[in-house]
C-alpha cells in the first residue's frame, strides 16, 4: 500500500485563532477556488499532503487540523471535544479565511463533521465530498441507531491500551479495525507518527460518539455532494455512502478500486481525478 503521509513534513505556518480563543492550525498551496480539506480520527492536516501535491495545479487547497490535533496538542482537558463543535469551528474558519463559500473534503469522522456543517452552515459551502464518512446509519422503523457493541467494545479496548502507556498496541487495534488486519503494520513511518501524536484525541472522541444519518437531514444539504468509497472499506462506510446517495438531493459516487478505508493514501491520483472532475462538472453546469 502507498501511503504518502511523510514522517518529515513541515509544521505548519499559519493559524487561525477561534472566537473561543482556540487556534486552528493550516497548510496550504496553490491558487484559485477555496478547496479545504478535513480530516479524520487520529489525523491532521499532514493527512492530506498527496491531495495539497496534486490538486494545488487547480485550486487553493487549504488543509486544517482541527481543534485539539497536532500540532496544537496543548489544549485545557475540559474544553469541548465534540464532532458538533468541530462542524461550527470549520464555519468560522471559512468566514475568518476570507475567501467565500469553500469546496469542502472530509474524510471518515472528518466527513461526518463536513456533512454536518454543511447542514448547518449551507452558505459557506459551495460542493461538498464526503470520503467513507464515519456514523451509524438509521434505518427506518428500528431503534435509534449507534454502533454495535462489538465495535464499542474494541474500541474502549484500544482506549484503554493507549491511556496505560500501551499507545502502538491501542492504535494498532483501532486503525485496523477501521480499514483492514495488517494496515497498521503496512503504513508508512509518517503514518505512524501521525496517528501517535494524535492518539490522546482517541479517548475523548469515543465519549463523544457520531450521530446517526437520517434521510430528514440529508434533505437539508442543498449543494453539490460526492460520496467516494474504497472498493474494500469495512461495510459500515459503504452502507453509509448507499444511504447518502439515495437521501441526498443532488449526490454523485465514486469508488476507488483496490483501495480501503484510506483510499486517498493509496490510491491518491484516482481519488484526486474524482474530486477535480466533480468540481469541474459543478462548474461547467
Known sequence: ?????????????????LQSGLRMPYVEAGEGELLLFVHGSLCDLRYWQPQLAGLSKHYRCVAVSLTHYWPVTDTEPGLPFSWSEHADEVAEFIERFGMGPAHVVGHSRGGCVAYHFARRHPGRVRTLTLADPGGPLQIAGRPPASLPETVNALRAKAAQLIETGEVEAGLQLFV????RPGFWAMSTPGFRQMATDNAHTLARQFRDP????????????????????????????????????????????????????????????????????????????
Open 1 to 17: 500500500m502507498n501511503q504518502s503521509v511523510s514522517a518529515s513534513s513541515p509544521s505548519p505556518s499559519s493559524f487561525i485563532e
Open 176 to 179: 485496523d479495525s477501521v480499514s
Open 210 to 285: 457520531l450521530p446517526a444519518y437520517v434521510p430528514d437531514e440529508a434533505t437539508e444539504i442543498r449543494c453539490p455532494v460526492l460520496l467516494i468509497d474504497g472498493e474494500k472499506s469495512p461495510l459500515m462506510f459503504r452502507r453509509a455512502a448507499d444511504a447518502l446517495q439515495e437521501w441526498l438531493p443532488d449526490a454523485r459516487r465514486e469508488t476507488v478500486r483496490g483501495a480501503s478505508h484510506g483510499m486517498n493514501l493509496a490510491h491518491p491520483s484516482a481519488f484526486n481525478r474524482y474530486v477535480h472532475e466533480f468540481i469541474g462538472a459543478i462548474n461547467a453546469a
